[in-house]
């Protein structure tokens, strides 16, 4: 079955560490993203790669890094300089320019 | 810049009455305009898109929308509502040649039996 995988659903975290979300996708898809949702704000992006080994920062990267290292890998660390990372990520994946975006089923990161 | 609006963040309705859920963009080029349902704590899966062609475009779940240029409006549908679709819905635009998109807020709708 092709589709978008991450890992874990739920994940929690102490003040101060760095944690990273893992997204998976066995589509071929070339391009990946990855987007923050907190309630009534709809969705953020906060990075995007179109091919392997190339990123660019969305619109809210800071205290957020990813890789590319494999086509079907994009995963997501949230660092300790993001000063407000409790919310709901998805990743989501799409073929190239213009066509519609797949995403994962989201990954909830609380931080205390 | 483009900007998504979704007018309204909460739509209660009965079962089996219709139903519309606005949305309006602003752009001054040529825009992909998308429809998306999230369930609760699951992703999103798209309802519908219009990237050109018939301005009325049929989706899942019996749901449908219309472009409007004039009116740069692309509200969505559904002649008759179940308990099921009771969900957040999303708006979204991507500019032409670009695979950016931009979301709404999202409007919840709530179906009452």
């Known amino acids: 079955d092709g589709g978008i995988t991450q890992s874990p659903k739920y994940l929690f975290r102490k003040e101060g560490q760095n944690v990273t979300l893992s997204c998976e996708q066995n589509?071929?898809?070339?391009?990946m993203y990855w987007y923050r949702q907190d309630p009534g704000q709809g969705l953020r992006l906060i990075y995007y790669?179109?091919?392997?080994?190339?990123?660019q920062k969305g619109d809210i990267a800071e205290g957020y890094s990813v890789s590319r290292e494999k086509k079907e890998s994009f995963p997501l660390t949230v660092t300790s300089a993001q000063k407000n990372p409790t919310a709901f990520y998805l990743c989501?994946?799409?073929?190239?320019?213009?066509?519609?975006?797949?995403f994962g089923p989201g990954t909830r990161l609380t931080v205390t | 810049a483009q900007s998504v609006t979704q007018l309204d963040s909460q739509v209660p309705v009965f079962e089996e009455a219709p139903v519309e859920l606005r949305c309006n963009y602003s752009?001054?080029?040529?825009?992909?305009l998308f429809w998306y349902v999230q369930y609760p704590n699951q992703g999103l899966q798209l309802l519908l898109k219009?990237?050109?062609?018939?301005?009325l475009v049929k989706g899942i779940n019996g749901f449908e929308a219309e472009f409007n240029k004039s009116q740069t409006s692309f509200h969505l549908r559904k002649p008759s509502v179940h308990i099921s679709d009771t969900a957040e819905y999303f708006c979204?635009?991507?500019?032409?040649?670009?695979?950016?998109?931009?979301f709404g807020t999202g409007t919840r709708l709530q179906v009452f039996p």
């Open positions: 989501a994946s799409s073929p190239g320019t213009v066509f519609e975006q797949y």
């Open positions: 589509l071929n898809h070339d391009a």
């Open positions: 790669s179109q091919i392997v080994n190339d990123f």
């Open positions: 752009s001054s080029v040529s825009v992909y």
């Open positions: 219009y990237l050109s062609g018939s301005t």
């Open positions: 979204a635009v991507s500019k032409y040649n670009t695979d950016k998109l931009i």
